[in-house]
């Protein structure tokens, strides 16, 4: 069973617009949760990550928003730019075990 | 070293033959994990090490597959018997914290033939 899920797996956005990933957990021992970027031919690289006490963490352009209630995540990127192509991967850790559970990705396509 | 280093970063192999898939992790990182990446797929998790804990193997998906960590720091998975369905591309990562900062290699792409 997919304890982490990108129901997304694809994102068309406008250069300059906002890009909005989701991610949805089941698993209601996550405390922790991570986005990695992934481009072909390379390991995914971390991006930005969150601590279930908080609801939102910003850096930069990048925003993830998470949602407790509804076991629901969020990045959100803006403005867009054509180097932000790429796979994005929701991640959850496990606060039992610590073990690190990956969605199956969206890829975002931005546009000029 | 600076990051996580994976070899060979590509392996073409006979149905059938073995394979060793290499991962050297950052130096100190006590947390390492392999994970694989089939076409099209998501990645999916097959084993964790952390410290000298006994290993996590739940996510090996079968009994041809196994891997160690010698010295609490190179790790080494095998897999035996190798199928087609095992093409992909396998990576390792590794972390001080067990939560934190996980470090990804550039992965090593198996393709059986």
């Known amino acids: 069973d997919q304890q982490v899920k990108q129901n997304s797996p694809s994102l068309s956005v406008q250069e300059g617009r906002i890009s909005i990933l989701n991610c949805d957990y089941t698993n209601s021992m996550f405390d922790y949760f991570l986005w990695y970027k992934k481009y072909p031919a390379e390991g995914p690289t971390f991006l930005i990550s969150i601590s279930s006490i908080k609801d939102k963490n910003e850096d930069g352009r990048f925003t993830v928003f998470l949602n407790k209630s509804a076991k629901h995540l969020s990045l959100h990127i803006v403005p867009s730019q054509p180097g932000d192509s790429a796979v994005y991967f929701c991640?959850?850790?496990?606060?039992?075990?610590?073990?690190?559970?990956f969605g199956t990705g969206t890829r975002l396509q931005v546009f000029p | 070293g600076a990051g996580v280093s994976q070899s060979p970063s590509n392996k073409v192999t006979e149905k059938g033959k073995d394979v060793e898939l290499r991962c050297d992790p950052i130096s100190g990182h006590t947390a390492l994990y392999w994970y694989r990446q089939s076409l099209g797929q998501g990645l999916e998790f097959l084993i964790y090490?952390?410290?000298?804990?006994?290993?996590?193997k739940s996510g090996l998906p079968s009994d041809r597959f196994s891997a160690e960590r010698t010295g609490g720091s190179v790790s080494t998975l095998t897999i035996q018997r190798t199928q087609q369905e095992d093409s992909a591309v396998y990576l390792c990562a590794s972390t001080a914290t067990g939560r934190y900062g996980y470090t990804f290699g550039s992965g090593t792409r198996l393709t059986v033939v």
């Open positions: 090490f952390q410290g000298n804990s006994a290993p996590d």
């Open positions: 991640a959850a850790v496990d606060y039992n075990t610590d073990k690190l559970i």
